[in-house]
């Protein structure tokens, strides 16, 4: 089981719903995840008109929790009025916070980020804050009233995976009972898993599932590396050595003499 924000989930796989092909290979792809929360912007609901409906419709159905987000928000105003607009429309105090610094790297802006959370915080949003694993930026985040961290493994849609697995280790040693959860960067099962046996809590990703070639069973693979990671961490991974050391030591090995 996994507690997020006050609510329990079975699933530590969180989903984004931008870019499938189609809103039925969005609905298999995430039923295939196991996912029960999914991110939707803002944006992609209010435009389109019938089609956003359709989308809204979908999500409604499938029972899934939803976590509205301010996806390319630049300042810490534009932030602030799309979360309180998403509040509205959706109906959750939820919101998964971006402010955009760099549209190269599409790196958070911290410092707007910072003024972005307090406020909402203030306003009674739960803030899900997207940022990167610099250390003071997560600390002044909690410091605000954060209860949750979302630092990226790596830039948004680069499928590069955990760009600093020492960084993400430091953030799990120190702060033990934050909720961690890791966006942005995930290319492949395997990167998953990583962020896992790492000590996170939760996965979120978006086009690793719905770019891949077939979106259904990546969004498997992706459910079963989030379990096996999570397990890897929990049952407690070998200590590593740069000397090799054989399986089977000397002590007790048989002998025998012509």
Not at 13 to 34: F, K, N, T, W
Not at 164 to 176: C, F, I, K
């Amino acid at each position: 089981m996994f507690e997020l924000a006050r609510r329990t989930f079975h699933s530590r796989l969180l989903v984004g719903s931008a870019q499938y092909p189609s809103l039925e290979v969005m609905r298999d792809a995430i039923a295939a995840s196991g996912t029960e929360v999914v991110t939707v912007s803002l944006r992609r609901q209010t435009a389109g008109g019938g089609s956003g409906n359709a989308f809204w419709r979908a999500l409604n159905q499938d029972r899934l929790a939803v976590l509205p987000n301010t996806a390319g928000c630049h300042s810490a105003e534009e932030a602030i009025v799309t979360a309180q607009m998403a509040r509205e429309l959706f109906d959750t105090h939820w919101i998964k916070l971006e402010v955009i610094g760099d549209d190269s790297t599409l790196q958070p802006d911290p410092f707007g980020l910072l003024e972005a959370a307090r406020e909402l915080l203030g306003q009674g949003f739960e803030v899900f804050p997207y940022c990167t694993d610099d250390l003071v930026l997560c600390d002044r985040l909690l410091g605000a009233g954060c209860r949750i961290l979302m630092p990226w493994g790596a830039p948004i849609g680069s499928g590069l995976g955990i760009d600093n697995a020492a960084r993400l280790a430091e953030l799990r040693r120190r702060y033990p009972d934050i909720t961690l959860i890791v966006d942005a960067g995930i290319g492949a099962p395997s990167h998953a898993a990583r962020a896992m046996e790492l000590g996170c809590d939760a996965v979120l990703l978006n086009s690793a599932i719905a770019r891949a070639g077939d979106p259904v069973a990546m969004a498997s693979a992706f459910k079963s590396a989030v379990e096996a990671g999570r397990r890897g961490f929990e049952a407690g991974l070998m200590p590593t050595s740069r000397e090799a050391r054989p399986s089977t030591p000397d002590i007790g090995k048989p002998f025998w003499h012509a």
